[in-house]
């Protein structure tokens, strides 16, 4: 199970931190993602986290994504947000250590959490 939270309403210009908490399996055992969908538009990877990290280019340099294996967490601190970050953002758990950018790919989500940016 994946539960998220952190999401609301932020100036553009302005930082979130997303969190997403896992239960009920192994995490470090699991490479973590964020994806984000906006509305009308197919869901898109933003970030992951395994053995390395990657990130859409939208987002490099502005989104961090990191992990907390004790915890069994994975932030993603957004900074310097745009309106087009606007999105429903979802946290994902693919088995391995490989990030796998295709929503296909994954093997659990989470339920969402809604970022706003006003402008």
């Known amino acids: 199970q994946l539960v998220e939270s952190g999401g609301g309403l932020v100036q553009a210009g302005g930082s979130l931190r997303l969190s997403c908490v896992a239960s009920?399996?192994?995490?470090?055992?699991?490479?973590m993602s964020w994806f984000r969908q906006a509305p009308g538009k197919e869901r898109e990877f933003v970030a992951g986290a395994g053995t390395s990290t990657y990130y859409a280019a939208a987002v490099l340099d502005r989104f961090t994504i990191s992990r907390d294996n004790t915890k069994n967490t994975v932030y993603l601190q957004m900074n310097s947000v745009k309106a087009e970050d606007t999105a429903v953002y979802y946290c994902a758990a693919r088995r391995g250590v490989l990030v796998l950018m295709r929503t296909v790919e994954q093997d659990y989500w989470g339920q969402g959490t809604q970022v706003t940016v006003s402008s």
């Open positions: 009920g399996h192994a995490f470090s055992d699991y490479a």
